[in-house]
Nanobody, 125 residues
Framework: QVQLVETGGGLVQAGGSLRLSCAAS????????MGWFRQTPGKEREFVAS????????YYADSVKGRFTISRDNALNTAYLQMNSLKPEDTAVYYC??????????????????WGQGTQVTVSS
């Protein structure tokens, strides 16, 4: 069992930055691919980014490529999402998720095994 807790959300003006953190319980964090998703009311959960178990490979949705950076620190059991040049359309609840396996470019929510509770990100115009 893996428990994930996201922190770092908040209110920011357009063009600003936020860094989300996802702290994981357990001693097997380094065996999990990590992903970030987001969701707005009435819409399906949307893939944002994912990272391989060792951190050497990353994959991004086109909508955030060049603005967001996913990273991880396996010694701290933590994944991060650095969000720069934020836009109002980035407003959503952001979730981190984890999955066993080697496929680090998985964008389907159903492929992830564990989820955090989410953190709200609001970008004002």
């Amino acid at each position: 069992q893996v428990q994930l807790v996201e922190t770092g959300g908040g209110l920011v003006q357009a063009g600003g930055s936020l860094r989300l953190s996802c702290a994981a319980s357990g001693r097997t964090f380094s065996m999990y691919v990590m992903g970030w998703f987001r969701q707005t009311p009435g819409k399906e959960r949307e893939f944002v980014a994912s990272i391989s178990v060792g951190g050497g490979n990353t994959y991004y949705a086109d909508s955030v490529k060049g603005r967001f950076t996913i990273s991880r620190d396996n010694a701290l059991n933590t994944a991060y999402l650095q969000m720069n040049s934020l836009k109002p359309e980035d407003t959503a609840v952001y979730y981190c998720a984890s999955r066993r396996g080697s496929s680090w470019s998985e964008s389907r929510p159903g492929a992830y095994d564990y989820w955090g509770q989410g953190t709200q990100v609001t970008v004002s115009s």
